[in-house]
T-cell receptor, first 114, second 112 residues
Framework: DAGITQSPRYKITETGRQVTLMCHQTWSHSYMFWYRQDLGHGLRLIYYSAAADITDKGEVPDGYVVSRSKTENFPLTLESATRSQTSVYFC?????????????FGDGTRLSIL | DAKTTQPNSMESNEEEPVHLPCNHSTISGTDYIHWYRQLPSQGPEYVIHGLTSNVNNRMASLAIAEDRKSSTLILHRATLRDAAVYYCILRDVSAANSKLTFGKGITLSVRP
């Protein structure tokens, strides 16, 4: 079954290191999203992308970088990881960015920064 | 997005139907009603959405009140795998709506 895959599922790294979280979808959806989920904050949008080479900031973009050279991939990079970026990260995709289209999520990456 | 109100938790017995309520008294005419769920240690999962008419899919049914101020997600036969947090959210179709905003949701427990 086609779907959305995130890797790695778990990652432990140290403060100051660069880390990249991968997201791959097989639906050919135009839109892709990165969220982080923390207790007390719910889901927060980090970045999203409308198509290859088109990205835009969400609510909490500071400290993160994204790229989208191919429709199916949307990697998220923490350039210099900080402890406050310890979180569960979810990637999602959607055919269009309108209110009657659902977003489909991956299983997440649990990132711990020591 | 308009606000939704859900009970904090509900319990159900396995193989029995479950009705999960959601109130959205300030819903606008262009708001779609969406339901997502999140199983432990997994990402949110889209369940169903609708505008005015009741909707059915392989996972669940969505019953929408005639005045659209409330809706009910119906799981016809609960299984242990249905134990999750269920989120009811409204999304306006008329504007770009990238962000999904989940409230606290309903925590559904299923008893064997």
């Amino acid at each position: 079954d086609a779907g959305i895959t995130q890797s790695p599922r778990y990652k432990i790294t140290e403060t100051g290191r660069q880390v990249t979280l991968m997201c791959h979808q097989t639906w050919s959806h135009s839109y892709m999203f990165w969220y982080r989920q923390d207790l007390g904050h719910g889901l927060r949008l980090i970045y999203y992308s409308a198509a290859a080479d088109i990205t835009d900031k969400g609510e909490v973009p500071d400290g993160y970088v994204v790229s989208r050279s191919k429709t199916e991939n949307f990697p998220l990079t923490l350039e210099s990881a900080t402890r406050s970026q310890t979180s569960v990260y979810f990637c999602a995709s959607s055919t269009r960015d309108v209110g009657n289209q659902p977003q489909h999520f991956g299983d997440g990456t649990r990132l711990s920064i020591l | 997005d308009a606000k939704t109100t859900q009970p904090n938790s509900m319990e159900s017995n396995e193989e029995e139907p479950v009705h999960l309520p959601c109130n959205h008294s300030t819903i606008s005419g262009t708001d779609y009603i969406h339901w997502y769920r999140q199983l432990p240690s997994q990402g949110p999962e889209y369940v169903i959405h609708g505008l005015t008419s009741n909707v059915n899919n392989r996972m669940a049914s969505l019953a929408i009140a005639e005045d659209r101020k409330s809706s009910t997600l119906i799981l016809h036969r609960a299984t242990l795998r249905d134990a999750a947090v269920y989120y009811c959210i409204l999304r306006d179709v008329s504007a770009a709506n990238s962000k999904l905003t989940f409230g606290k949701g309903i925590t559904l427990s299923v008893r064997p």
